[in-house]
């Protein structure tokens, strides 16, 4: 089992910036692709980006450019950088993980493609 711990959510004005993190605890953390996802209210979880063990990070097109993805192994953490925040990007983001890139390939913006899920973190977006 592998147990995720998000932060750094909390309110923030439009165009500010906010790095949200996520802790993995519970198995080797390394070989694990490690993901965020985001749920806005009445909406559908979606995909924001991935990270492989090596590094190969995917993106969501309209995160791209605003988010960046990032891992530090030996802190068994993985990180989302958000700047120019906007009111829409206001959703629980969620951290996820996957033991097997193999299986995720092709189906890593697909929610119920992984295996574990963090609790969320809630960021909020003024205008």
């Known amino acids: 089992q592998v147990q995720l711990v998000e932060s750094g959510g909390g309110l923030v004005q439009a165009g500010d910036s906010l790095r949200l993190s996520c802790v993995a605890s519970?198995?080797?953390?390394?070989?694990?692709?490690m993901g965020w996802f985001r749920q806005a209210p009445g909406k559908e979880r979606e995909f924001v980006a991935a990270?492989?063990?090596?590094?190969?990070?995917y993106y969501a097109d309209s995160m791209k450019g605003r988010f960046t993805i990032s891992r530090d192994n030996a802190k068994n953490t993985v990180y989302l950088q958000m700047n120019s925040l906007k009111p829409e990007d206001t959703a629980v983001y969620y951290c996820?993980?996957?033991?097997?890139?193999?299986?995720?390939?092709?189906?890593?913006?697909?929610?119920?493609?992984?295996?574990?899920w963090g609790k969320g973190t809630l960021v909020t977006v003024s205008s």
């Open positions: 996820a993980a996957d033991s097997s890139w193999l299986r995720l390939a092709g189906s890593y913006h697909m929610p119920n493609a992984w295996d574990y």
């Open positions: 519970g198995r080797t953390f390394s070989p694990y692709v």
């Open positions: 990270i492989r063990s090596g590094g190969n990070t």
